[in-house]
């Protein structure tokens, strides 16, 4: 069986948006670079593939455009798309399944899709795209081709973090419904939590908003979790403030744990540990995957990217004490 762009990076010792970027856009590489992603090739015996030409319309689908997770997706998917001139139209499902099943019918009247986060079962996506080229960003679709940012190492080192601080009883805050990456990033808390002998308390869905965490406050405070992990920034930053108006001071009171690393993060006070997410590099490569699958060039593994925690002040030992 032949190589395929996977196989290459790796052995290349370069990213997979790097190693197509070999055969999409050499002129963006190092002469280093590029000479040992071409090698690579050859000595694996890979297809060198033949790069979509020409302007291509692309539709992305998000389920909230006001996120700031997407909107740097959408900044990073227009950019890589630019490099060819290629159009981007934009729809925004804002968390309704019935304008998210529109807006992929639609987005099938172009040459091909980019999917963010979809909300609706998988079989009935599947059935919406039929054979138009597409790509998902953040949710495994049997069949499709799929970028994922890891769920289960930032999380994990999240709960290691809480765990090393000397905290027993964590609290999930949970995303919107049908949401794929809350039940991944629930899961890996509870793996981890299990693994630290940490008693886990798993709270509501709520949206993934500010309002939306400010919606579970009361409940978090009621489970009497001395720590609270969010399904994103914006749950945790809703928390925070809804705990505050509680009377909890966080990290005094309360540890909060985001995920995403959005850019308020780090300037908020205190400033909130959380999941740093590879946002912008998997709409970068959404699209370099999209144009190879347009000519049927593109690798058939899901391509998944690393995630980081990164400590800031939301978090702090039980109690408010200090180390």
Known sequence: MAANLTEVARHAGVSIATASRAFGEPDRLAPATLER???SAVELGYATPQVATGTRTI??????????????????IQGQAWHGRHRIVLFDADEDLRREREAIELGCRTDGLVLCSPRLPEAE???????????VINRVLPGALCVVMDAERGPTQAVEHLSALGHDH???ASGPHGSWADEQRADAVLRACE???IRLTRLSHHAASIQGGRAGAAAAVASGASAVIAYNDLVALGLEAGMAELGRVC??????????DIELAGAVTPSLT???MPIARSGALAVDLLLQAMVGTAPTDDTVLPSQLIVRSSTAPPGGARA
């Open 37 to 39: 992603v071409r090698k």
């Open 195 to 197: 693994r630290f002998g």
């Open 251 to 260: 990290p005094d009171d309360i540890s909060i744990v985001g995920i995403d």
């Open 274 to 276: 959380t999941v740093r």
């Open 59 to 76: 539709a992305v689908v998000v389920p909230d455009a006001a996120n700031p997770v997407y909107a740097t997706l959408l900044k990073a």
């Open 170 to 172: 964590v609290a999930y």
């Open 125 to 135: 996506v599947l059935a919406l795209v039929g054979d138009t080229p597409h790509v």
